[in-house]
């Protein structure tokens, strides 16, 4: 079983940055894919970065590409994502999620590859 402890969100002002953790409790393996949604309310939780727990392939979506930045830190079984010239459009509440073993059926971005998920931080960047 693995849980995962979301921390870091708060207020910030656009253009500032926030980085937010992810502790990861439980074993994760070689092919398992680490990322961070987020949600508003009234809308779909919607796919924010992805990064495999071993090796380097990282994805972001478009909205987030050059200035978000996700990181693993597999000794600390810890999972990051710095947040750069943040927007009022980012205000969020942000989840950490685990695919405990990803076979490449359902893509990084949908929500089904991912089988467990931290309780959440809300993000607010104000204008």
């Known amino acids: 079983q693995v849980q995962l402890v979301e921390s870091g969100g708060g207020l910030v002002q656009a253009g500032g940055s926030l980085r937010l953790s992810c502790a990861v409790f439980?074993?994760?393996?070689?092919?398992?894919?680490m990322a961070w949604f987020r949600q508003v309310p009234g809308k779909e939780r919607e796919f924010v970065a992805a990064?495999?727990?071993?090796?380097?392939?990282?994805d972001y979506a478009d909205s987030v590409k050059g200035r978000f930045t996700i990181s693993r830190d597999n000794a600390k079984n810890m999972v990051y994502l710095q947040m750069n010239s943040l927007k009022p459009e980012d205000t969020a509440v942000y989840y950490c999620?685990?695919?405990?073993?990803?076979?490449?059926?359902?893509?990084?971005?949908?929500?089904?590859?991912?089988?467990?998920w931290g309780q959440g931080t809300q993000v607010t960047v104000s204008s």
């Open positions: 990064i495999r727990w071993s090796g380097i392939i990282s």
């Open positions: 439980g074993r994760l393996s070689g092919g398992s894919v």
């Open positions: 999620a685990v695919s405990s073993f990803y076979s490449g059926v359902y893509s990084l971005h949908s929500l089904n590859p991912y089988d467990h």
